[in-house]
């Protein structure tokens, strides 16, 4: 490295970088793209990125003398459309030498390029040979046979590492060698493992180097390979490559994508990727609701025993059994309750595993990056310092047939639990031994393992964990992340899968993931699809225009006036915005079609009395209180009423039945307060303001907030004759009531 190189700053020095190849792609100015490169390869030397600018350059220089001549020639569009390409390519390289220079963390698997042979022939041979040694040295019928076979995986390993460590930072791959070794992977005569491994390889150098080529080979390996583990990686390879700019610039590789595309087993492929790519991305917000939700229950039922067949109680007399009989009954169904509740997040696709074993990645085995790829196998070199009998026995077997961990999980399982398991009792060790002790997680029977849905899922769970727990992750752009997890809003993928993006945002609606949801409408938003401005009303109410939302409705009913749906949502947003006139309009009108709903005639009932047509809502709440005499939601509509209809004594007798339900909320401490502020009744009206805050967040409050809360029912204040000084006066005192003892009593 050179002073000028060393002067550089790594960061500046890539944003340039992007800045000309954005240039190049947006604009398509070859010449000022080319000038620009030069400039900065002025202050990178690297002889032999320049010497391929001089060559592009100079093909640039012949193609405008020729013009200048005035000479017509029919290739010209195609020629300087293969430059851009080139000029592209050659950019992406200077990005890899550049962070080659400057990144410590490329350094590593820098050491063995220099050594190693990328000639596809060569590799062929290696893994061709391995799958020989392995076939020879397992029929040896000595005593020397496992050490044989050790030495065999062992040197293999060794040599896959470095491939694996050479071959993913290298320079864009010619279209030869990406299909040469495509075709490799897909051979029958090397081993399933090693395929899977480098097909990995092949999609993060795809990710990372915006290769065109490795992009067209996982594409061919994709269609072409009957190995299924070796499908769902290339598919999740390619999909993930995929990149705007660099299909802009090779309208080839858009082509062979787009054309894909018009296999419906494609689509559908492409479709439960992104489904489960979404469930992989919300793994920490699902294992927070494991945490809160379900695992409490687990803990607390330790007296039942979970097996493959079921939930059993242990066989334990207590005094308990004896005092409470129906306890035991009743904390079985919970318990039942919990693992169906897990197991369904499970079948569904949900990372149920993701929170336990993300503290297990800090063992040394993960400090080699192949190994977060490479399927799991108990011959992996890196296992054979545990024992043997450890290896060997029936809980290694169970692991190795579950249908619950994927392959880095299953790493960290057996690394853990290798730790303790010369210590375990006897009589343990003999039933692992044996493959008993109830090893088969609870479910896994229902898990059809050679599913290309599961197949696909246990991989991208394995990409999950690489991209958010690996060192190694800061040297790629990660697919999970917000930026990148939603491929379908690619433009590729537009004009082939509307009918899939439309069923991946009702997937992200019941997540309710609404920014993701908006991202994804908004790119196929067809404004004559009366579904989609059905959607876009379920993200306007979600974001609060409920101006837009009507506007959207009218538009629905104007096409389906009979759209029931869409009436309720036009009449929900119309109260929200104060139009209770409209509201009540839209609520009579479901009530006919639907005259026993009481949610509806709950609603009407409320929106009458906004509308200063209270004694004909009362009327409909009288009727609902004799209907449902328990119903909370009645009596607080019913109380509301009274204070509009200058009832307030009757108000505040319903308030002293609400107030003491445990389901009591803040908004029956405000109401409850006006009928005491109505009333005169001023000191309890305090206290009952100061509950209704506390209650919210529990801090002291300022009088504009206060004075902000009594604006929202204005309309009422005013029909008491209670003045904005008032209010003032009274916001004053609730807030003093925060600063010293307060009788706060119902």
Request: with cysteine.
């Amino acid at each position: 490295m050179n002073e000028q190189q060393q002067s550089i700053n790594p960061k500046t020095g890539i944003q340039e970088i992007q800045r000309i190849k954005k240039g190049l792609v947006d604009n398509g100015f070859l010449g000022e793209a080319l000038l620009d490169t030069k400039v900065f390869l002025n202050t990178f030397h690297n002889a032999e990125l320049e010497n391929r600018l001089e060559k592009i350059d100079n093909d640039y220089t012949l193609m405008r003398d020729f013009l200048s001549k005035g000479y017509r020639d029919e290739k010209r569009d195609t020629l300087y459309q293969s430059l851009i390409g080139n000029l592209y390519r050659l950019l992406q390289d200077v990005v890899l030498e550049y962070e080659k220079v400057h990144n410590p963390m490329l350094f590593p698997h820098l050491q063995y390029q220099s050594t190693l042979s990328f000639d596809v022939d060569s590799i062929r041979e290696k893994l061709e040979s391995f799958v020989s040694e392995v076939a020879f040295s397992s029929l040896e019928i000595n005593s020397n046979q496992s050490e044989l076979l050790k030495t065999v995986y062992s040197e293999h390993h060794y040599y896959i590492q470095q491939l694996f460590d050479a071959i993913l930072f290298t320079q864009q791959w010619s279209h030869d060698f990406a299909m040469n070794l495509a075709n490799l992977l897909i051979s029958p005569t090397i081993d399933s493992l090693d395929a899977q491994l480098f097909v990995s390889v092949m999609s993060l150098g795809a990710i990372y180097n915006k290769d065109p080529e490795r992009l067209l080979a996982l594409l061919e390996i994709y269609k072409q390979t009957n190995d299924e583990h070796i499908k769902q990686r290339a598919l999740s390879g390619w999909v993930m490559g995929v990149d705007d700019d660099m299909l802009k610039v090779f309208t080839s590789v858009n082509d062979e994508i787009s054309a894909e595309l018009d296999n419906e087993k494609t689509r559908t492929e492409v479709l439960e990727l992104q489904m489960q790519v979404i469930y992989c991305r919300n793994a920490q917000r699902d294992t927070e609701k494991l945490k809160q939700d379900i695992m409490p229950t687990l803990l607390k039922n330790q007296q039942f025993e979970i097996t493959p067949t079921g939930i059993k109680p242990k066989e334990e007399d207590s005094l308990e059994d004896i005092l409470h009989p129906d306890a035991a009954d009743k904390k079985m169904e919970e318990l039942e309750q919990s693992l169906h509740k897990m197991m369904d997040m499970k079948q569904q696709g949900v990372d149920i595993y993701f929170g336990g074993f993300s503290q297990m990645k800090r063992f040394s085995f993960f400090y080699t990056e192949s190994n977060w790829f490479i399927p799991f196998t108990k011959n992996h070199p890196q296992l054979q310092h545990l024992s043997t009998d450890f290896l060997n026995s029936g809980m290694i077997k169970t692991i190795l047939d579950s249908g619950s961990f994927c392959d880095s999980d299953k790493y960290s399982f057996v690394l853990a639990t290798a730790s303790i398991y010369d210590r375990l009792p006897a009589n343990i060790l003999e039933a692992l031994n044996a493959g008993q002790g109830s090893m088969e997680i609870y479910g896994d029977h229902e898990i059809d393992m050679t599913d290309p849905t599961y197949i696909r899922r246990m991989y991208l769970q394995d990409l999950y964990r690489f991209f958010t727990l690996s060192d190694f992750r800061r040297l790629f752009e990660n697919p999970f992340d917000h930026q990148h997890f939603l491929f379908l809003l690619h433009p590729i993928f537009h004009h082939k899968m509307g009918y899939e993006a439309r069923r991946i945002q009702k997937f992200l609606l019941k997540q309710k993931m609404y920014s993701s949801l908006s991202r994804l409408f908004y790119a196929y938003k067809d404004h004559k699809n009366i579904n989609d401005l059905k959607m876009e009303t379920v993200i306007c109410m979600h974001d609060e225009d409920y101006l837009q939302a009507i506007y959207l409705y009218e538009l629905i009913l104007k096409a389906s006036p009979n759209d029931r749906q869409a009436l309720a949502g036009y009449s929900q947003a119309s109260f929200i915005e104060g139009d209770y006139k409209e509201a009540a309009i839209g609520y009579r009108m479901l009530l006919e079609h639907d005259p026993d709903n009481k949610a509806i005639a709950l609603n009407l009932a409320i929106s009458l009395i906004n509308n200063d047509e209270a004694e004909e809502g009362v009327k409909i709440l009288y009727r609902l209180e004799y209907e449902q005499p328990e119903d909370i939601n009645v009596k607080r509509a019913l109380a509301w009423g009274q204070l509009y209809l200058g009832k307030t004594e009757q108000a505040k007798q319903l308030y002293q039945t609400i107030l003491p339900k445990e389901s009591h909320n803040s908004s029956d401490y405000l109401n409850a307060g006006y009928a005491a502020w109505f009333s005169r009744d001023i000191s309890r009206a305090i206290v009952l303001f100061h509950n209704s805050l506390a209650m919210v967040d529990g801090r002291p409050k300022q009088p504009q907030e206060v004075l902000k809360l009594f604006s929202k029912d204005a309309g009422l204040l005013q029909r008491y004759g209670i003045t904005l000084v008032e209010q003032k006066l009274i916001a004053d005192m609730v807030c003093a009531s925060f600063q010293g003892p307060q009788n706060n009593k119902d």
